[in-house]
């Protein structure tokens, strides 16, 4: 290839990555769930014709993205491309096509130029409420967590499905914001196209095919060349978080070999009972991105950086639950891989490798009775635990990682639903000691707002397994659930919260990082100017 054509594919690669970041702030701004617009829980990309993703939103989570990644190879399997016809949109919330539960739906449009298919815009978000028992990791079976929309028809030639629309509209408890967050995912997936068109005419291609072979090439080959220079060799990692019925012991096995990685999670604990299972495609979403932020962190997340990492997990295990498995709650679970990962790598390039986080997000999720006594609100509210400190700075507190998702504003949370926060603040010394500390997480309290009884639909871990330091560091403090001079709560289950009560939560810290003895005065003299010990 000319030294101008790498350039001109290079700048038209970056074009490509504005493309996409607008088709993701598109679907942020015309939410109606507070988690997708406030927070960001969503992904959006755009694929090439054989399903390769070529570019990726920098806003969204990596469960999303990278399972999202797969998602369209299904939806092409269903819809062949040359039956696609401008206009068309194609959705679906399988668990195991998409992107892990019933809660994200995704959606497919192709993209035409001059008549002609060029590619396909696919895009991911949570939304709140889908019917079932709600979202939460009681069910036992998937069928009790939702409405199960297979692949199908959204629009055909730009006509919505108004049958499969009033379907969606009677299994929610949210019939409004549920149909507006499918209106602004397919408006996501169109603006997509819009400005791809906008960036083909200005470069005067007329097909994607030279780029993304382009893309494809450059990030195997600089993944491959990072994965070359940790030494081959097999290592072990095994974490045990709290589970539902019965801790959860998560067995890692990483093998290094030349310029691939295969990772295989044999001798981890059988599927759960309850929905905290997890689908395949959502273990490998997350692997994938703990293997990524170590060895290839600036390399852009697409089909060819993910390639060279072979990751499986027998089928039975929690990380390979197969239909009808319950996964509302897979979160709790599939969020703890990066940090099964970087136990693994640690072994390989010390030095490199932060120490435990909360991990999981602590969704407050709530349901109740409106004013009226009519209707039902039912909300989540996202919270984050502390992350583990690094090997040259402190952790981040109430920070989610690896999620990315952003703690959803007080404000924003008692507009929506009659709740009162009292309290929203860090727990201090939660962060575990050492030379550089752990991140520290959360204290809130809450009430309902009209003194009317509510549930909430608990799905915390890291409760009686806390956050385990590296290197000397000290453990992180676990995390708790409890009614204000009252009972305990168990970390997952609805449990109801009577009128008059207060809530009490609080999210898990960060391990720390090195022996505390080694923390410098400098740092110490921060801590106390901050208040933070």
């Given at each position: ?31 109606f769930?507070?988690i997708?617009r ?43 491309i ?16 998409g ?47 939702g ?29 409004v ?11 996501c997936?169109?603006?997509g ?91 490998r ?31 039975g ?111 201090t ?5 050492g ?67 207060i ?31």
């Amino acid at each position: 290839m000319s030294k101008i054509n790498e350039i001109t594919n290079q700048l038209m690669w970056n074009r490509l990555l504005s493309v996409v970041e607008e088709q993701g702030q598109t679907l942020v701004r015309t939410a109606f769930s507070p988690i997708v617009r406030e927070c960001g829980d969503i992904s959006a990309g755009i694929f090439d014709l054989k399903g390769r993703m070529m570019a990726q939103a920098v806003t969204g989570t990596p469960g999303h993205v990278n399972s999202m990644a797969e998602s369209v190879k299904h939806f092409m399997r269903f819809f062949s491309i040359q039956h696609m016809n401008e206009g068309d949109i194609y959705i679906t919330n399988d668990p195991w096509m998409g992107t892990g539960h019933l809660n994200d739906f995704v959606l497919t449009t192709p993209c035409f130029k001059n008549n002609k298919i060029v590619g396909l815009f696919s895009c991911t978000s949570h939304l709140t409420d889908i019917g079932g028992i709600g979202t939460g990791p009681d069910a036992t079976d998937v069928h009790m967590e939702g409405i199960y929309i297979p692949m199908l028809k959204l629009a055909d030639k730009g006509k919505m499905n108004k049958t499969l629309l009033s379907m969606i509209r009677q299994n929610t408890r949210q019939p409004v914001e549920t149909e507006g967050d499918v209106y602004s995912l397919a408006a996501c997936n169109d603006v997509g196209c819009l400005r791809l068109n906008d960036m083909m005419k200005e470069f005067e291609i007329n097909d994607l095919s030279q780029l993304s072979n382009f893309i494809y090439t450059k990030s195997v080959n600089a993944v491959k060349k990072e994965i070359k220079k940790i030494p081959n060799g097999v290592y072990k990692n095994s974490m045990k978080v709290d589970g539902f019925e019965k801790p959860v012991t998560l067995n890692a096995t990483l093998t290094v070999k030349e310029d691939k990685i295969f990772m295989d999670y044999n001798g981890t604990s059988q599927k759960s009972q309850y929905g905290i299972n997890v689908p395949l495609s959502y273990t490998r979403a997350y692997t994938g991105f703990g293997l990524s932020c170590l060895i290839s962190p600036e390399v852009p997340n697409n089909a060819g950086s993910l390639s060279p990492y072979d990751i499986n997990a027998p089928e039975g295990t929690i990380l390979n639950a197969k239909y009808p498995a319950s996964v509302c709650a897979r979160h709790i679970i599939g969020q703890m891989l990066p940090d099964v990962v970087f136990g693994c790598l640690e072994k390989a390039i010390p030095d490199l490798v932060p120490a435990e986080g909360a991990s999981c997000l602590w969704n407050l999720t709530f349901r109740g009775q409106q004013k009226d006594n009519k209707s039902i609100f039912a909300i989540t509210a996202v919270t984050n635990g502390g992350t583990g400190a690094r090997p040259s700075k402190d952790g981040l507190s109430a920070t989610a990682y690896p999620s990315g998702v952003k703690g959803t504003p007080v404000e924003i949370n008692e507009a929506v639903a009659p709740l009162l926060f009292l309290k929203k603040e860090f727990k201090t010394g939660s962060g575990g000691k050492g030379k550089f500390r752990g991140g520290d997480g959360q204290i809130i309290e809450i009430k309902s707002s009209l003194g009317k009884d509510m549930e909430i639909l608990a799905a915390y871990d890291r409760i009686k397994f806390p956050p385990r330091g590296r290197k000397g560091g000290e453990n992180g403090k676990p995390g708790l659930i409890k009614i204000k001079n009252g009972r305990k709560l168990n970390g997952k289950g609805t449990q109801p919260i009577k009128g008059d009560e207060i809530l009490v939560v609080e999210t898990p810290g960060g391990g720390g990082y090195g022996l505390f003895k080694k923390r410098s005065k400098d740092l110490l003299n921060q801590d106390k100017e901050n208040e933070l010990i």
